[in-house]
Structures are given as C-alpha cells and as structure tokens.
Nanobody, 122 residues
Framework: QVQLVESGGGLVQAGGSLRLSCSAS????????MGWFRQAPGKEREFVAA????????YSTDSVQGRFTISRDNAKNTVYLQMNSLKPEHTAVYYC???????????????WGQGTQVTVSS
C-alpha cells in the first residue's frame, strides 16, 4: 500500500508560481510512474502531467505545457509539480497518484493522495 501526501498548495495571484510536492511512503517509489491530476469545482478530475519511474519519460496535457513541469527525486520519495504563470482557471484541487504503468488515464492509477487546494486570484 502506497501512501501519498500532497503539500504546497495555497492562494496565489495570477502570474504567480507554486510548487506542489507529493511525498510517498513507499521506498520503492521509483518502480511507480507518478501523475498529477486536478479537479475544479463542478468538473471531472483531469490529467495534468505524468513522469515515469526513472524520470526519463514525461508527459503533460497541452493546456499546461510551457507552464507546469513535473519532476521527481526518488532518493527523497517525492514528486513535484512546478506551476508558473498561474491563471484563475488553474484553480482546483490537485492530486498526485501512483501507477505501475505510465499513462494519462485515471483508471491506470492505483494510489491517490488526499489533494491540495490551489486557488489563483485575478
């Protein structure tokens, strides 16, 4: 059982930056692909970015490319999401998740954190 804990969310003005962190309980986290998802009020949870276990493969949804960067430090059992040039439409609860396979679909992910709120004011 992998336990994931997100942190780093908060309130930021438009144009600002935040770095989300996801700490994993599992020391073999390097064997898992990790993903970030988000859910805005009244909307479905959607994929944001994913990174393979080694960190060699990255993928992010078109709407965040050039703004958001996913990375990982397996020695620290931690995955990050650097978010720059934030906009009000980025407001959502952000979740990290772990999967045995690299992918963008929610059903691929077996373990989920509790989420961290990101609010971007205009």
């Amino acid at each position: 059982q992998v336990q994931l804990v997100e942190s780093g969310g908060g309130l930021v003005q438009a144009g600002g930056s935040l770095r989300l962190s996801c700490s994993a309980s599992e020391r073999t986290i390097s064997t898992y692909a990790m993903g970030w998802f988000r859910q805005a009020p009244g909307k479905e949870r959607e994929f944001v970015a994913a990174i393979s276990g080694s960190g060699s493969k990255l993928y992010s949804t078109d709407s965040v490319q050039g703004r958001f960067t996913i990375s990982r430090d397996n020695a620290k059992n931690t995955v990050y999401l650097q978010m720059n040039s934030l906009k009000p439409e980025h407001t959502a609860v952000y979740y990290c998740a772990a999967s045995r396979q690299f992918g963008t679909m929610r059903y691929n992910y077996d373990y989920w954190g509790q989420g961290t709120q990101v609010t971007v004011s205009s």
